[in-house]
């Protein structure tokens, strides 16, 4: 017999029982509970819909019926572990291969995002015989232990930071006065160098905010050029780089976009010392960025990675992952004797859901769609920008959009405080945005790929309206822009 369902009131009360209160709520204040979703909406248990700006997951839509239809039809017939020939595995594969560069044609399937950076993380070790591992400021690759490790974004939280962890703050002269220790180091860019073992740590590339910004001759060639420091630092102290690992777009950094020749040059310093480039895909995979299918391919056709990590949208809800390396990286893992072995990665279901979604990415032409609306909401986003002060800076490419809300123009403070604000009011208007971003700061877009251009109006005009509540609150007046 089913349970009759509980009130949002009884659920919260035994979710805060039951469940680890680490594992946190969107909206704690005044959290959603959800119980159906289609397409770009969610709906609650009083059947409201809210438009859904944030789910990269659901990818081609929640629920979608293709998608759904294929699990359906592959659970009745078989759903097992890869040990057998099947089909399905071998075909995704197949299809999956397609979509990347010929170099990359070995491929793992796993369950979670986490659990293909930690594969990852093997593959370059056991390629290179190095250990240490080169990251992004304020990046995050997952929630394992050996991840957590290499995550800025969240080792930075937990008290105690390990003994054998030195943080250099090479630049501390942005914001002292008004940021938290952890915006601190970000923005003013901290080098964590770590002493006895595996984990050197670069700027993140926003020329809007970090070190080189858009005024810089060349700050491509700067940032990469942090990366050879390290490299060099790293190695006077004779230790030996196996990865450079990079989300293709920084997403938790605050939806940053790296200048294009980027991922060229730190290529070159990092396989100069014997490691191999890591392009995490596992947000902004799958085409989300619209002219291309994968993040990586906005820095140019002559860039390839080593080993690309892919989960989130792959399964549009369904748990599956996957890493497509080269044949020399998979073999020397392999020259270890050691199977590897995974329940239920690549099993017949969650591949025939992999391929299902492939279908539909094909077949409702998403990359043009995510292009043609994105292009549209960074359209309306900047018209916005022009008309409110607090909107520093639009950027994102397809559906992959961050806008930074600023305190000051010239200091660039990020309105931390006025960006949550502004994401509970559009919550009560029943739109679903959040922040990302050191100073949380950002509004990130990442609709599932169905969001329509009335979609995005919609959002904006209920922005345009906040935001101007927001200044007549202040000022008792419209604000202008102020240059
Ligand atoms: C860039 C990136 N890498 C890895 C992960 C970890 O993926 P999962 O939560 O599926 O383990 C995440 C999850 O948020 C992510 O954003």
């Known amino acids: 017999m089913q349970a009759q369902p509980c009130s949002r009131r009884e659920t919260l009360a035994l979710r805060r029982r039951l469940i680890g209160s680490s594992c946190k709520l969107f909206f704690p204040e005044d959290p959603v509970k959800i119980v159906r979703a289609k397409g770009q909406y969610i709906y609650d248990e009083h059947g409201r819909e809210y438009l859904d700006c944030i789910n990269n997951v659901s990818h081609v839509g929640h629920c979608h019926p293709d998608v759904v239809k294929a699990a359906h039809e592959q659970n009745q017939l078989l759903n097992t572990n890869s040990r057998y020939l099947h089909d399905n595995l071998v075909d995704y594969a197949k299809r999956l291969s397609k979509t990347l560069p010929e170099k990359l044609c070995t491929f793992y399937f796993l369950n979670s995002g986490s659990e293909a950076n930690d594969l990852a993380l093997r593959l370059a070790r056991q390629y290179t015989k190095h250990e240490d591992i080169i990251v992004l400021d304020h990046a995050y690759h997952g929630h394992l232990t050996s991840l957590i490790d290499i995550s800025p974004y969240k080792f930075r939280n937990l008290e105690g930071q390990k003994e054998w962890v030195h943080v250099v703050c090479t630049y501390c002269s942005l914001y002292t006065s008004t940021i938290s220790v952890n915006l601190l180091s970000t923005t003013s860019v901290a080098?964590?160098?770590?002493?006895?073992?595996?984990?050197?740590?670069?700027?993140?590339?926003?020329t809007y905010r970090g070190i080189y910004r858009e005024d810089h001759k060349d700050s491509v060639l700067a940032y990469a050029n942090e990366v050879k420091k390290i490299i060099e630092q790293a190695q006077k102290r004779g230790r030996k780089i196996a990865a450079f690992f990079i989300e293709s777009l920084p997403s938790v950094g605050g939806q940053i976009i790296p200048p294009e020749g980027y991922f060229q040059m730190i290529a070159e310093h990092v396989h100069k010392a014997g490691g191999v480039f890591v392009a995490d895909e596992i947000q902004v995979g799958f085409g989300r960025v619209g002219k291309?299918?994968?993040?990586?391919?906005?820095?140019?056709?002559?860039?390839?990675?080593?080993?690309?990590?892919?989960?989130?949208?792959?399964?549009?809800?369904?748990?599956?992952?996957?890493v497509a390396t080269t044949k020399e990286i998979a073999e020397a893992f392999a020259d270890t004797g050691v199977e590897y072995f995974n329940t239920f990665g690549g099993n017949p279901v969650s591949c025939a859901i992999g391929l299902a979604v492939l279908d539909v990415i094909e077949k409702e032409h998403l990359q043009a769609h995510a292009t043609q609306v994105g292009n549209f909401l960074m359209e309306l986003l900047n018209q916005q920008k022009v008309k409110h002060p607090i909107i520093g800076d639009v950027r994102g490419v397809g559906l992959f959009i961050g806008v930074d809300l600023i305190k000051d123009q010239?200091?660039?403070?990020?309105?931390?405080?006025?960006?949550e604000y502004l994401i509970t009011r559009l919550k009560r208007d029943y739109i679903l945005l959040s922040t990302d971003g050191p100073g949380r700061n950002v509004l990130k877009f990442k609709p599932p790929l169905c969001f329509t251009m009335d979609n995005a109006k919609l959002v904006v005009d209920k922005m345009d309206e906040i935001l101007t509540d927001m200044e007549r609150e202040k000022t008792c007046e419209p604000v202008g822009k102020h240059h």
């Open 191 to 206: 080098l964590l160098i770590i002493r006895h073992c595996s984990l050197v740590q670069a700027p993140l590339p926003d």
């Open 410 to 419: 010239e200091k660039r403070i990020p309105a931390t405080e006025e960006a």
């Open 292 to 322: 291309c299918f994968w993040a990586f391919q906005l820095q140019g056709e002559d860039f390839v990675p080593d080993i690309v990590t892919m989960g989130k949208p792959m399964g549009n809800g369904h748990p599956i992952a996957c």
